[in-house]
């Protein structure tokens, strides 16, 4: 059915600024809603009574004023939801939108929530608030669009929630196409950004400002006092692509990625929280480009991510670099930070790729070192000592360090840029927090240009009587709570669950396995007792859910061809253990759906038997498993392996983030043994995990066209050892790309061709 679209309007001439008198009108339904919009003045509010509105396209177009604005919001905050194919538009002036839950759909649109209804006409002195957007994806990953559009001035996007975005696009972008939207002084404050599962890709940030070309223009706007939880969406959690933001007072918590200034310049970053857990080296902290930059107060506690995600990683630039690449570091300020058991936290010539010009092209050479920057009145405590605190992809010759300090836990440091060696204690803090607070009042404090505006620290006292080094100028009693999420995002809702007990319901026959499996709920077990289970029709995973056996337990599917035994739908999280699984030779034996993945599936095979089908897995395109294992598992007699290759369009996406195969026996497996594919070449998708150990592979590979066992171009992260292969009739069992983090070890091939290294593979520019 074509979608309701309902139009709010409000005109007038003139209305008094002492105007207080509010007419409220209560909206059953969208038929309602038309009728009362007619006679609306600025003052006046819309509550949309609790209950479900679908397949609506809400536009509020309006004039209020700042002491009466116009305002539509939920009769019961969190009880109004908007569901199906919805948007919402607004744009006028003094225009408030508050208490609804976009959910169980997606926006027929380019975005869920915009700041703007044409062009044109956008929303300024505006706000959306106390609002929750809970995996309302398009049904495609490769169907970009965004949840919350920001245009115009002066506008808010406040305490609101928003999780769950698997398709592409950033969560939340700030616009700045036109002058109506240029110096816009938005804030998006007191959210509660919840996990953003990883994209599998590029354009997965939880935060963009603006875009390469308007990456010259000043948008100031303020991103504070928000939580960031498990924003692992991709290597950008925010991307600064505009001037003058401030990025102020926010918690990143177990988050995959850092804050970027991708484009644009003098962005101040101060006084946020980046907590890690120590183990994890894909959290990062904050990556460095273009001119002018202050980041100062921050605190990196546990982050251990690595070159992009490094807690500081400044990067080179590339000379002349156009909008859209990366212009070299200048002028940039990093101080008053302090740095808690994390790795290597500075990291200087990030992204140099000079060994790899003769397959890029000039302009693509990231050679100019950072200038005129200064790396001052820090703190680096490491509980165990890191001998390579500093790290230098590139010489750090434009780079002043002065005043910093470390407690190495007695572990020299060589390349030491003048650190100065304390013993240091620490100190709790609260939230599982540990930092030294004193023991170097001592040191100095470096005095450069415009550091008497650093009138604050991390805490908000004053630097101006009592300065120190580090983001914590005072000691005393402090006892944060900066996981307490009732501090952020929407006053009525919680993304914490209860953990459900696991129930387990024992299977006898065919039809109890059909009917179980899709009376189960999320988390249940499904046990098989000793039998075969012959079935036509494919099984259905579309939850969380175990399918095991104790004893010997055969699936023997034999449904059309080119169908899989085990369908893998949005949401599905599938673990098989202990079970043979066989086919008639035509069909999949696992599958993604071949269209409508709006979000991810997941999948664990062990201790089974997989033969006799066509595909052993077949993922098709736009589909994405964060993790895919197999391990003590047998394949035979199929034609073809695991393949997860069909994202060809070179955009940098691909099909799981970490492909898992350990301790398995492939044997009489034709082509695509493992196919596993990246394309397009660009560093922000740093991603795809490949891992082939302790396994054995014969008589594999006869039909594979290009004369190789194991395909993974364009994985960049690749571990191959402890693996036989024997008998498989091709030139190559693999062929590692030596310039990424591909190797292989302790491998045996007899009679298997070779395995070959090629330090540059030539990749499609994406761009």
């Given at each position: 059915?074509?979608?309701?679209?309902?139009?709010i309007?409000?005109?007038f001439l003139?209305i008094?600024?002492?105007?207080t008198?509010?007419?409220?009108i209560l909206?059953n339904?969208?038929?309602?809603?038309?009728?009362?919009v007619k006679e609306?003045k600025?003052?006046d509010?819309?509550?949309?009574k609790?209950?479900?509105?679908?397949?609506?396209?809400?536009?509020?177009?309006?004039e209020?004023?700042?002491?009466?604005?116009?305002?539509?919001?939920?009769?019961?905050p969190g009880?109004?939801?908007?569901e199906?194919?919805?948007?919402?538009?607004?744009?006028?002036?003094?225009?408030?939108?508050?208490?609804?839950f976009?959910?169980n759909g997606?926006?027929?649109?380019?975005?869920?929530?915009?700041?703007?209804t044409?062009?044109k006409?956008v929303?300024n002195h505006?706000?959306v608030t106390?609002?929750?957007?809970l995996d309302f994806?398009?049904?495609?990953r490769?169907?970009?669009?965004l949840w919350v559009?920001?245009?115009g001035?002066h506008?808010?996007f406040s305490?609101?929630?928003l999780?769950?975005?698997t398709?592409g696009?950033p969560t939340?972008r700030?616009?700045l196409k036109?002058?109506q939207s240029?110096?816009n002084?938005?804030?998006i404050?007191?959210?509660?950004?919840g996990p953003?599962?990883?994209?599998?890709g590029?354009?997965g940030?939880?935060i963009?400002?603006?875009?390469?070309?308007?990456s010259?223009?000043?948008?100031n706007t303020?991103i504070a006092?928000?939580l960031?939880?498990?924003?692992n969406?991709?290597?950008?959690i925010i991307s600064?692509?505009?001037?003058?933001?401030?990025?102020?007072?926010?918690?990143f918590?177990k988050?995959?990625g850092?804050?970027v200034t991708?484009?644009?310049n003098?962005?101040?970053?101060?006084?946020?929280?980046?907590?890690g857990?120590?183990v994890?080296?894909q959290?990062?902290?904050?990556?460095i480009i273009?001119?002018?930059?202050?980041?100062?107060?921050?605190?990196?506690?546990?982050?251990?991510?690595?070159?992009?995600?490094?807690?500081i990683?400044?990067?080179n630039?590339?000379p002349?670099?156009p909008?859209?690449?990366y212009?070299?570091?200048t002028?940039v300020?990093v101080?008053?930070?302090?740095?808690?058991?994390?790795?290597?936290p500075w990291?200087?010539g990030?992204?140099?790729n000079?060994?790899?010009?003769?397959?890029?092209?000039?302009?693509e050479?990231?050679s100019?070192?950072?200038?005129?920057t200064?790396?001052v009145?820090n703190?680096?405590?490491n509980s165990?000592?890191?001998?390579?605190?500093i790290i230098?992809h590139?010489k750090?010759?434009?780079v002043?360090?002065a005043?910093?300090i470390?407690d190495n836990?007695?572990v020299e440091v060589?390349n030491?840029?003048?650190?100065i060696?304390?013993d240091?204690?620490?100190t709790?803090?609260g939230?599982?927090l540990?930092?030294?607070?004193s023991?170097f009042?001592?040191?100095?404090v470096?005095?450069g240009?415009?550091?008497?505006?650093i009138t604050?620290?991390l805490l908000g006292?004053?630097?101006?009587k009592a300065n120190?080094i580090?983001?914590?100028?005072?000691?005393?009693d402090?006892?944060?709570?900066?996981?307490d999420?009732?501090?952020?995002?929407?006053d009525?809702?919680?993304?914490?669950?209860?953990a459900k007990?696991?129930?387990?319901?024992?299977?006898?026959?065919?039809?109890e396995l059909v009917?179980?499996l899709?009376a189960a709920?999320?988390?249940?077990?499904?046990?098989?007792?000793?039998?075969?289970y012959n079935?036509?029709?494919?099984?259905?995973?579309n939850k969380?859910?175990?399918?095991?056996?104790?004893g010997?337990?055969?699936?023997?599917?034999?449904?059309?061809e080119?169908t899989?035994?085990?369908?893998l739908?949005?949401?599905?999280?599938l673990?098989?253990?202990?079970?043979?699984?066989?086919g008639t030779?035509s069909q999949?034996?696992f599958a993604?759906?071949k269209?409508n993945?709006?979000n991810h599936?997941?999948?664990?095979?062990l201790?089974?038997?997989?033969s006799?089908?066509n595909?052993a897995?077949?993922?098709y395109k736009?589909?994405?498993?964060?993790e895919?294992?197999?391990k003590?598992?047998?394949?035979?007699?199929c034609?073809?392996?695991?393949e997860?290759?069909?994202?060809?369009?070179d955009?940098?996406d691909?099909n799981?983030?970490y492909?898992t195969v350990?301790?398995c026996?492939f044997?009489n497996?034709k082509?695509?043994v493992?196919?596993y594919?990246?394309?397009?070449?660009?560093?922000?998708?740093i991603?795809?995990?490949?891992?082939v150990?302790n396994?054995t592979f014969?008589?594999?590979?006869?039909?594979?066209?290009n004369g190789m066992?194991?395909n993974?171009?364009g994985?960049?992260?690749?571990?191959?050892n402890n693996?036989?292969?024997?008998?498989n009739k091709?030139?190559?069992v693999?062929?590692?790309?030596g310039a990424?983090?591909?190797?292989?070890?302790?491998n045996t091939?007899i009679?298997?061709?070779k395995?070959k290294?090629?330090?540059?593979?030539?990749?499609t520019?994406?761009y």
């Amino acid at each position: 059915m074509k979608n309701l679209i309902l139009v709010i309007t409000t005109l007038f001439l003139f209305i008094s600024c002492n105007e207080t008198s509010v007419n409220s009108i209560l909206v059953n339904n969208s038929s309602e809603l038309l009728d009362a919009v007619k006679e609306l003045k600025a003052g006046d509010e819309i509550v949309l009574k609790k209950g479900t509105y679908k397949d609506v396209e809400i536009k509020l177009i309006g004039e209020g004023t700042e002491n009466n604005p116009i305002k539509l919001k939920a009769e019961t905050p969190g009880e109004v939801f908007i569901e199906g194919a919805s948007s919402l538009e607004i744009s006028g002036d003094y225009l408030e939108v508050s208490g609804l839950f976009f959910r169980n759909g997606h926006s027929p649109k380019t975005n869920v929530i915009a700041f703007r209804t044409s062009p044109k006409e956008v929303a300024n002195h505006s706000k959306v608030t106390n609002c929750v957007i809970l995996d309302f994806n398009n049904l495609e990953r490769d169907q970009d669009n965004l949840w919350v559009q920001l245009y115009g001035k002066h506008n808010e996007f406040s305490n609101s929630y928003l999780a769950g975005k698997t398709n592409g696009g950033p969560t939340l972008r700030v616009d700045l196409k036109g002058n109506q939207s240029i110096r816009n002084y938005h804030k998006i404050i007191n959210n509660h950004f919840g996990p953003r599962p990883r994209k599998g890709g590029a354009r997965g940030e939880t935060i963009q400002l603006g875009s390469s070309f308007t990456s010259m223009s000043p948008s100031n706007t303020l991103i504070a006092n928000n939580l960031f939880e498990e924003c692992n969406g991709e290597v950008e959690i925010i991307s600064s692509k505009t001037n003058f933001n401030i990025i102020k007072n926010n918690v990143f918590y177990k988050s995959e990625g850092s804050v970027v200034t991708r484009h644009g310049n003098y962005v101040t970053v101060d006084g946020n929280y980046f907590i890690g857990d120590g183990v994890n080296d894909q959290y990062g902290g904050i990556r460095i480009i273009n001119t002018g930059h202050w980041v100062i107060n921050n605190l990196f506690y546990k982050i251990k991510g690595k070159n992009f995600r490094s807690p500081i990683a400044i990067m080179n630039g590339i000379p002349k670099s156009p909008l859209n690449r990366y212009n070299q570091v200048t002028d940039v300020v990093v101080a008053y930070n302090t740095f808690v058991d994390s790795s290597s936290p500075w990291q200087f010539g990030v992204g140099t790729n000079i060994a790899q010009a003769d397959v890029l092209p000039k302009s693509e050479i990231r050679s100019a070192r950072p200038l005129r920057t200064e790396v001052v009145n820090n703190i680096i405590y490491n509980s165990e000592g890191d001998a390579n605190p500093i790290i230098e992809h590139d010489k750090a010759d434009g780079v002043t360090f002065a005043n910093n300090i470390i407690d190495n836990n007695g572990v020299e440091v060589e390349n030491n840029h003048g650190l100065i060696t304390k013993d240091l204690t620490l100190t709790d803090i609260g939230s599982n927090l540990s930092v030294p607070t004193s023991g170097f009042d001592d040191v100095e404090v470096y005095k450069g240009y415009d550091f008497e505006t650093i009138t604050n620290d991390l805490l908000g006292n004053s630097r101006e009587k009592a300065n120190t080094i580090g983001a914590i100028a005072k000691a005393g009693d402090i006892n944060l709570d900066l996981l307490d999420k009732s501090k952020y995002g929407a006053d009525w809702f919680s993304n914490e669950v209860e953990a459900k007990e696991t129930t387990t319901h024992t299977v006898a026959n065919a039809s109890e396995l059909v009917s179980k499996l899709e009376a189960a709920e999320s988390g249940d077990i499904l046990s098989l007792n000793e039998g075969v289970y012959n079935i036509s029709e494919s099984l259905i995973v579309n939850k969380t859910i175990t399918i095991q056996s104790k004893g010997n337990a055969e699936i023997v599917y034999a449904g059309a061809e080119n169908t899989p035994a085990i369908e893998l739908h949005p949401y599905g999280k599938l673990t098989v253990k202990n079970i043979k699984l066989k086919g008639t030779g035509s069909q999949q034996a696992f599958a993604s759906l071949k269209k409508n993945m709006s979000n991810h599936f997941g999948l664990e095979v062990l201790d089974s038997e997989i033969s006799n089908f066509n595909y052993a897995l077949k993922v098709y395109k736009q589909s994405f498993s964060e993790e895919i294992i197999f391990k003590n598992t047998a394949i035979s007699d199929c034609e073809n392996g695991l393949e997860l290759s069909e994202e060809t369009n070179d955009r940098g996406d691909y099909n799981t983030e970490y492909l898992t195969v350990d301790n398995c026996k492939f044997t009489n497996v034709k082509q695509n043994v493992i196919d596993y594919y990246r394309g397009g070449y660009d560093e922000s998708t740093i991603g795809g995990n490949l891992l082939v150990t302790n396994s054995t592979f014969t008589n594999s590979g006869a039909k594979e066209k290009n004369g190789m066992l194991l395909n993974h171009r364009g994985i960049v992260n690749v571990n191959i050892n402890n693996n036989t292969f024997k008998n498989n009739k091709v030139q190559f069992v693999s062929i590692l790309w030596g310039a990424k983090n591909n190797v292989q070890s302790n491998n045996t091939l007899i009679n298997s061709g070779k395995i070959k290294t090629e330090e540059n593979l030539k990749q499609t520019l994406m761009y």
